[in-house]
């Protein structure tokens, strides 16, 4: 039996009521309003709930077509239905142009009105799903999920902020993994555009001789193999945003037709001989130096100046020491949910060593780093520095500290014990192992973890 709540607003009492009563045992709660302003009213206090408004098209104090707009800006998910006593093709079409999903004659079959908001009501019921799904998108990729709190990020999801809202081309700049697509992602939802499509392509990933085809699409028959008419990532991304990640790779060529693009909104397909018209804001990201590359002639430096107008660099990890505590803690909390398992935390050492390394693959390698970790540790342990990969026992201080002979700490306390044994022993690592009274894997891992030889 359906459910929901429909709104009736009619100003002839015995009607109002008959029709709740016909609505009511269909199964749906009803309201009900006798004129347009406590429509209005009663549909603000319910918007969550309503689902259907039929209204009558003569209201004591508004016109019902009319008074479509004030009811979808009120609740833009509901569906409208106007009802009058005498039903004219005009007032039917000028009903639809404004937006309401039917127009019915008072007097038709109650089987008619039935069928006519149960469409309407299952037309809502999606749209509000549509809705609610896009606004966990939009939090999942807004501003407010960046982790971090360091001056370098603070500084350019500032700027981000600020391009966001306009319909400027972004160029971001920074290295692999440090996160460019989550600005892309960030400045769309921050952006009018955000329910329209965000279309990302990773310019690397495609063989120079398809990109040009994936961007702007083809006319069937402009090549081999082209059996029918295709829409390019261009076209998809009309409305909304299309990110191009590494945009250094794009050929000479290509960039000559992505130029027009930018200055124009328009380019044309391959094969074809008219120009397709497209809305689409352009987000670009880049590893390369692309000015000197502008400069040395491998890439057009009048594409580069267009795509430049708003620069953001979104810094290195290296950059933003003070954020890797926070973010290591968030993918182990993520990772540990995922492996069902309880990680209490990170203890003090492997929180050193994270801090200590220069995170070349920057938020990604972090990401991975503490994957890798949550598999090896035991559930209900903290996950432990010997955990990490072998180049974090590699640095230059953690190989100081087993060196240093006034250092009492337990590592360098263990570190120089194990040399003692190793020593007597003269390198020979499975007696080592048993003196020490471990698993010879234990000590080669140790060795590993104190940057030690033998």
Not at 121 to 128: E, I, S, T, V
Not at 153 to 159: G, P, V
Not at 437 to 452: M, P
Request: aromatic share 6%; glycine share 6%.
């Amino acid at each position: 039996m359906p459910t929901g709540t429909l709104l009736i607003i009619d100003d002839e009492t015995r009607l109002r009521q008959l029709l709740s009563r016909v609505l009511e045992l269909e199964g749906y709660t009803v309201l009900q309003a006798p004129d347009a302003r406590r429509g209005l009213e009663m549909l603000q206090q319910h918007a969550d709930e309503v689902l259907v408004v039929l209204s009558d098209v003569k209201l004591p104090d508004a016109h019902g077509v009319e008074l479509i707009p004030k009811l979808r800006a009120r609740c833009p998910e509901a569906e409208i239905v106007l009802m009058t006593a005498f039903g004219t093709i005009p007032d039917g079409v000028q009903a639809m142009k404004q937006g309401a999903f039917d127009y019915l004659t008072k007097g038709d079959s109650d089987d008619q009105l039935v069928v006519i908001v149960e469409r309407a009501a299952d037309k809502a019921r999606l749209q509000r799903r549509v809705a609610e799904l896009e606004r966990k998108v939009g939090a999942q990729h807004s501003f407010e999920t960046m982790i971090g709190e360091s001056a370098a990020l603070r500084a350019a999801q500032h700027l981000a902020r600020q391009v966001a809202v306009t319909d400027s081309t972004v160029l971001l700049e920074g290295p692999t993994g440090a996160g460019k697509e989550l600005f892309a992602q960030a400045i769309h939802q921050a952006s009018p555009r955000r329910l329209k499509p965000f279309v990302a392509v990773n310019c690397s990933a495609f063989p120079k001789d398809l990109l040009e085809s994936e961007l702007f699409g083809y006319k069937k028959g402009a090549f081999t193999g082209a059996l029918t008419d295709k829409k390019g990532l261009l076209e998809e991304a009309h409305g909304g945003t299309l990110f191009l990640d590494e945009i250094g790779e794009l050929e000479l060529t290509v960039q000559a037709k992505f130029l027009r693009v930018l200055e124009t909104q328009t380019f044309t397909k391959l094969g074809a001989t008219t120009p397709t018209a497209v809305n689409v804001r352009i987000v670009a990201a880049t590893n390369r130096n692309l000015k000197l590359e502008a400069q040395e002639g491998r890439f057009r430096p009048d594409l580069y100046y267009r795509l430049s107008v708003f620069t953001i660099d979104v810094p290195p990890l290296k950059a933003r020491p003070a954020d890797v505590p926070v973010l290591a803690r968030h993918f182990l909390q993520y990772f540990a949910a995922r492996l069902k398992k309880r990680l209490p935390g990170l203890d003090a050492e492997c929180l050193r060593l994270l801090q200590a390394y220069d995170w070349p693959g920057n938020v990604r390698e972090l990401k991975n780093v503490l994957e890798r970790a949550a598999i090896l540790t035991p559930d209900n342990e903290l996950v432990a520095a010997g955990l990490l990969p072998t180049e974090f026992y590699t640095l230059p201080d953690a190989i100081r500290a087993t060196d240093d002979p006034h250092d009492r700490s337990l590592r360098a306390v263990e570190a120089r014990h194990i040399r003692e044994v190793l020593a007597d022993v003269e390198g020979n690592k499975t007696e080592a192992a048993r003196q020490l009274g471990i698993g010879l894997t234990t000590l080669y891992r140790k060795l590993q973890e104190y940057g030690l030889t033998a």
